[in-house]
């Protein structure tokens, strides 16, 4: 699969990079406290450490227009696609080593299935942020070409990811309604799908 970069035009369907906010701070505090598993991805909604810095304040008030966030972040090593998320709002991912960001649009499930031939891998540098817009399609970041791994800021709405409500389906996407705020889409035999997420996609599994 090809990388491209953020700058590509292809990117503007997806999100944009966020500028004008000071990422240093936080990006030597997820170094500082927090690990870079050599065999697997680690995910944390939010960690109060990240959360207390003037930065994450600033995103809350600006960015997030004054609604409640959560500051966590992804580590680890990966360079394979099997599940495909999304949520009713943006995320901010800004990282601390160069990484792959392997997306899809919303818009091109079709019948509830997603032919991941659609999907495309973007190359976000060190000590960059990007939006990532509600209908993007994304899940655990991947290596960079010559890196062993990655860690990366996840910002999103408080509550995120965290238990899921229950509910009565309504819908075919309702079923797709892993934890709060978060739809996802998986390969049939994947660690997802046995626990109970929705199989949908089609196509060849990616690899980098």
Not at 96 to 111: F, H, M, S, Y
Not at 132 to 138: E, G, I, V
């Amino acid at each position: 699969m090809k990388i491209l970069s953020i700058t590509d035009p292809a990117f503007a369907a997806y999100g944009k990079i966020v500028d004008g906010y000071d990422w240093k701070p936080l990006l030597d505090l997820l170094v500082e406290i927090t690990p870079k598993p050599e065999d697997r991805v680690m995910y944390r909604p939010g960690d109060e450490q990240l959360e207390a810095l003037d930065v994450s304040r600033e995103l809350g008030t600006n960015f997030y227009g004054g609604m409640p966030i959560q500051v966590g972040y992804c580590n680890g090593s990966n360079n394979a696609l099997t599940s495909f998320e999304y949520h009713r709002d943006s995320e901010v991912n800004i990282t601390a080593d160069d990484t792959v960001l392997i997306l899809a649009r919303q818009q091109d499930i079709i019948d509830n299935k997603l032919d991941t031939t659609k999907a495309e891998a973007f190359l976000l540098p060190a000590g960059v942020a990007v939006e990532l817009y509600a209908t993007t399609l994304h899940y655990a970041p991947c290596n960079a070409p010559g890196c062993d791994g990655f860690r990366v800021i996840v910002v999103l709405p408080k509550g995120t990811n965290t238990k899921k409500p229950e509910i009565t389906a309504k819908n075919v996407e309702d079923k797709m309604l892993l934890a709060c705020n978060k739809w996802l889409i998986t390969y049939p035999g994947t660690r997802e799908a046995s626990n109970g997420a929705y199989v949908g996609l089609t196509g060849e599994k990616i690899v980098l």
